[in-house]
């Protein structure tokens, strides 16, 4: 197989064994509390921004680039505050799982499922 340009395959010897790391999720306390103090920078930064747009207006004296700059500032927050709320949710359903439901042939039944997907035997509900 021909190997493409500026692409080397690395040889064993060179290449430092890759495991996968597995992070702790940190406390869900902490979590919240990080998301909370977001949560209050992102109303005050809004409130400002909006000023902002007003004094703009009234002098007719727009700044583009400050109010793109601003609107970034905000985007960031609320891709931090989403990042938050997902790890939130792990942290919360961690060990909460539902337990597994098979049907009489031994095949899986996925959740809400009313028939079994291998044999279509109508499932009992539980």
């Known amino acids: 197989m021909p190997h493409l340009p500026g692409f080397r395959r690395a040889s064993a010897e060179s290449a430092p064994s890759a495991r996968a790391v597995r992070r702790a999720l940190?406390?869900?306390?902490?979590?919240?509390?990080?998301?909370?103090?977001?949560?209050?920078?992102?109303?005050?930064?809004?409130?400002?921004?909006g000023g902002l747009m007003l004094e703009m207006f009234r002098r007719?004296?727009?700044?583009?680039?400050?109010?793109?700059?601003?609107?970034?500032?905000?985007?960031?927050?609320?891709?931090?505050?989403?990042?938050?709320?997902?790890?939130i949710a792990a942290a919360v359903s961690r060990g909460r799982v539902l337990p597994a439901v098979y049907c009489e042939c031994g095949a899986a039944v996925f959740a809400g499922a009313r028939f079994c997907a291998q044999c279509g035997r109508p499932v009992e509900a539980q």
């Open 60 to 87: 007719d004296q727009f700044r583009r680039e400050l109010l793109i700059e601003r609107c970034g500032e905000l985007v960031a927050l609320e891709d931090r505050i989403a990042e938050l709320d997902t790890l």
């Open 26 to 49: 940190p406390p869900v306390g902490r979590l919240r509390r990080e998301r909370r103090e977001l949560l209050r920078s992102r109303e005050d930064r809004l409130r400002d921004l």
